[in-house]
T-cell receptor, first 114, second 113 residues
Framework: NAGVMQNPRHLVRRRGQEARLRCSPMKGHSHVYWYRQLPEEGLKFMVYLQKENIIDESGMPKERFSAEFPKEGPSILRIQQVVRGDSAAYFC???FGQGNTEAFFGQGTRLTVV | QKEVEQNSGPLSVPEGAIASLNCTYSDRGSQSFFWYRQYSGKSPELIMSIYSNGDKEDGRFTAQLNKASQYVSLLIRDSQPSDSATYLCAVKTGGTSYGKLTFGQGTILTVHP
């Protein structure tokens, strides 16, 4: 019974490169949430997706950040032209249904921008 | 005012004692409340959820909710050194039908032998 799988676990990018973070939800879960945890800060909501739909992206920075959850395959959080301030831990969480709000987190991707 | 605020830490308790973690929230429409535990460098792990006023017990953990006071707490009985972690209070955002969570800043708990 695999949990939420995120990869890579650690990612180093130079300023200006692109970062792609992947999240496979738990089996049977079709709702995915992305959160960001900056150093010394709490978890902040970024985006909520269902298969092929972005439902709520109110926490996403307006530029350079995008997310998708295609019909087949993992959810992807994409950060273009990374800057040092993007260095953080990015966590994905999944839940079974929209009304079932117990969300289970993946191990996270720790992005370091050098 | 922060949307979800936790008692400032760090909190240090001796092994075997009761650790009390507190959280207040500002959105009166919130209906679902969660406690997550996060070890250093690891992901948040759900340990308790509570939806109704009163107490909910699970092993050594008791969550307490008072919606009138907009207050939720977590008690850890017989604290163990392995309980040393950051505890995150999370509140499901009111007005949404899905599980968008707002987190507090976390309370660092240290249980010393």
């Amino acid at each position: 019974n695999a949990g939420v799988m995120q990869n890579p676990r650690h990612l180093v990018r130079r300023r200006g490169q692109e970062a792609r973070l992947r999240c496979s939800p738990m089996k049977g879960h079709s709702h995915v949430y992305w959160y960001r945890q900056l150093p010394e800060e709490g978890l902040k909501f970024m985006v909520y997706l269902q298969k092929e739909n972005i439902i709520d992206e109110s926490g996403m920075p307006k530029e350079r950040f995008s997310a998708e959850f295609p019909k087949e395959g993992p959810s992807i959080l994409r950060i273009q032209q990374v800057v040092r301030g993007d260095s953080a831990a990015y966590f994905c969480a999944s839940s079974f249904g929209q009304g079932n709000t117990e969300a289970f987190f993946g191990q996270g991707t720790r992005l370091t921008v050098v | 005012q922060k949307e979800v605020e936790q008692n400032s830490g760090p909190l240090s308790v001796p092994e075997g004692a009761i650790a009390s973690l507190n959280c207040t929230y500002s959105d009166r429409g919130s209906q679902s409340f969660f406690w997550y535990r996060q070890y250093s460098g690891k992901s948040p792990e759900l340990i308790m959820s509570i939806y109704s006023n009163g107490d909910k017990e699970d092993g050594r953990f008791t969550a307490q909710l008072n919606k009138a006071s907009q207050y939720v707490s977590l008690l850890i009985r017989d604290s163990q050194p392995s309980d040393s972690a950051t505890y995150l209070c999370a509140v499901k955002t009111g007005g949404t039908s899905y599980g968008k969570l707002t987190f507090g800043q976390g309370t660092i708990l240290t249980v010393h032998p």
